[in-house]
């Protein structure tokens, strides 16, 4: 049962244009938000986070969207770059921090290539 | 420069043999994370330890062991028992409460 859903494996874009990448949830309790980037053969890297308490959080040219009510959020960059080819992972983590319930529950992935 | 290491970076074994892969960080997180990275898969829990001398099961803990002797130390040990152990593996840690993790660079771990 994933709790954490990145539905699209792959997107392309072309540099200079806005790549949006986008993370559905099921679980509610849910209270924090994070994105990771992550290129081959290297550990993933923090991006950006967004509290449950806000809809929008903006560093430079990344932007994450959260909307509660529909269980989603999104990740914009404006403009691309194709040193932002790398694979983004969407992460949530539960409210009740301490035991199992405290780790971070990753999507699957999607990969980002950003053509010149 | 405080961070988290793992080593080495590719490891071959065997099949039935049992291969250890080391995690080191020094930034004083109170948790530390073992994932493995498969293609399509994202990021899957193998274990987690919250504090030393204490660790729990993840989501795929089969054929996998840990132990968390000391605070800047957490290895792995991929077993025999293990039947699909290639991978890329990552290791993370976290501060108490904190919101997020830091990755180690990883370790991809062939069986030939």
């Known amino acids: 049962d994933q709790q954490v859903k990145q539905n699209s494996p792959s997107l392309s874009v072309q540099e200079g244009r806005i790549s949006i990448l986008n993370c559905d949830y099921t679980n509610s309790m849910f209270d924090y938000f994070l994105w990771y980037k992550k290129y081959p053969a290297e550990g993933p890297t923090f991006l950006i986070s967004i509290s449950s308490i806000k809809d929008k959080n903006e560093d430079g040219r990344f932007t994450v969207f959260l909307n509660k009510s529909a269980k989603h959020l999104s990740l914009h960059i404006v403009p691309s770059q194709p040193g932002d080819s790398a694979v983004y992972f969407c992460a949530a983590r539960h409210m009740n921090y301490g035991g199992s319930q405290g780790n971070l529950i990753f999507g699957k992935g999607t990969k980002l290539s950003v053509k010149p | 420069d405080g961070g988290i290491t793992q080593s080495p970076k590719y490891l071959f074994r065997k099949e039935g043999q049992n291969v250890t892969l080391s995690c080191e960080q020094n930034?004083?997180?109170?948790?530390m994370y073992w994932y493995r990275q498969d293609p399509g898969q994202g990021l899957r829990l193998i274990y987690y330890?919250?504090?030393?001398?204490?660790?729990q099961k993840g989501d795929i803990a089969e054929g996998y062991s840990v132990s968390r002797e000391k605070k800047e130390s957490f290895p792995l040990t991929v077993t025999s028992a293990q039947k699909n152990p290639t991978a890329f593996y990552l290791c993370?840690?976290?501060?108490?409460?904190?919101?997020?993790?830091?990755f180690g660079s990883g370790t991809r771990l062939t069986v030939v």
């Open positions: 330890s919250q504090i030393v001398n204490d660790f």
């Open positions: 993370a840690s976290s501060l108490e409460g904190a919101y997020g993790y830091t």
């Open positions: 930034l004083n997180h109170d948790a």
